[in-house]
């Protein structure tokens, strides 16, 4: 029973969020918001929803590690497991800002994070100052979005796609009916994984940062996979990176400000350290490699290489991410 709960919970939450992101983006154009505009909010916040319904509903019935564990293996996963799988089918070409600007504000949202959760409590007053950094942070996109040439985005690609027209009374009922999903469906797959866990006397950490955190990264996952199949993967980097920012400041931000989160240290130490490290290590298969292949090439001693090469995270560094993901969740294990 508890096995049906966790997979009918998860879902009903992956059913529930696709629904939310069309009753949105279908309400935001009745009333002619822009599609960038809708990109950068509505269905941003939309695909995350199953992270902050999660998270939420988790620290509302005291499993703050499911909370947790929820957001830094959510990650995690977003670097190992869905770079590392979508640079394997098509290499990634990396945009010079999110190399200047969107990865320096992903490492200081983690950074914030790791410090915030050291003192043992994520208060009230963190998780504000978390989700108005967020605010300051999509604002500030949307108007360096406007100066600059249009950008696809998975976000903008899914508000500006041809579709069929929804009515605004059929967009309402979405809303609604998506609300109530994403709810039980959190309510359902926490349930289940904490039965789960205690029955194989398996902590909720490890329950949050592995299944609960898989179960709400696959809309992700799906998507990423699906735009290297169709040869866009260039947009993975940067909607990853989005998807941690915002998993940080607005899933913990909000979450802390309903009920402030508190913080077995000891236990995430180590779940703190390898997010920051598969942080770091992002950036290390794309940038410092970049001079030294670019010279190889100009100097014709190798051509058409599969190593990380100027601003592209190539094959073999998405099966490194994948490889050091897969040996994280060994060792969480063992």
């Not at 919970?9 to 529930?16: A, D, R």
């Not at 599609?35 to 019935?61: D, H, M, N």
């Not at 940062?209 to 735009?227: D, H, N, Q, R, W």
Request: charged letters at 15%; one cysteine or more.
């Amino acid at each position: 029973m508890e096995y049906l709960k966790l997979i009918g919970g998860l879902i009903l939450l992956i059913i529930s969020g696709d629904f939310l992101v069309k009753g949105s983006v279908a309400i935001a154009e009745k009333f002619k918001i822009t599609p960038l505009v809708i990109g950068l909010t509505v269905v941003a916040f939309g695909t995350s929803a199953p992270e902050l319904i999660v998270s939420l509903q988790a620290a509302i019935r005291n499993s703050p590690e499911i909370a947790l564990g929820n957001v830094i293996g959510s990650n995690i996963a977003n670097i190992g497991l869905i770079l590392g799988i979508t640079a394997i089918i098509s290499p990634l070409r990396v945009s010079s800002d999110s190399i200047r600007i969107d990865w320096p504000v992903m490492m200081g949202a983690a950074l914030l994070f790791i410090l915030c959760s050291s003192f043992g409590w994520i208060t009230r007053i963190e998780g504000l100052i978390g989700f108005a950094l967020l605010i300051c942070y999509s604002v500030w996109q949307i108007k360096k979005a406007r100066r600059q040439d249009p950008v696809e985005t998975p976000e903008t690609i899914a508000a500006t796609e041809p579709k069929k027209k929804i009515s605004l009374g059929l967009a309402i009922l979405c809303i609604i009916g998506s609300a109530f999903g994403l709810a039980y469906g959190a309510d359902f797959m926490i349930d289940g994984a904490t039965v789960i866990a205690l029955s194989f006397g398996i902590s909720e950490r490890i329950i949050g940062v592995t299944i609960v955190a898989f179960g709400t990264s696959l809309p992700e996952l799906a998507t990423s996979v699906s735009a290297a199949l169709k040869k866009q993967a260039d947009i993975a980097i940067g909607n990853v990176i989005g998807s941690n920012i915002f998993n940080v400041l607005c899933v913990i931000g909000m979450t802390a400000v309903i009920k402030p989160i508190p913080v077995d240290w000891h236990a995430f130490r180590y779940d703190f350290i390898i997010m920051a490290i598969f942080s770091v290590l992002l950036i290390l298969l794309i940038f410092p490699f970049r001079s030294f292949c670019q010279n190889l090439c100009q100097k014709k001693l190798i051509s058409g290489n599969q190593l990380i090469s100027d601003g592209r995270l190539a094959r073999i560094g998405g099966m490194t991410l994948l490889i050091a993901y897969i040996y994280y969740i060994y060792t969480l294990f063992n």
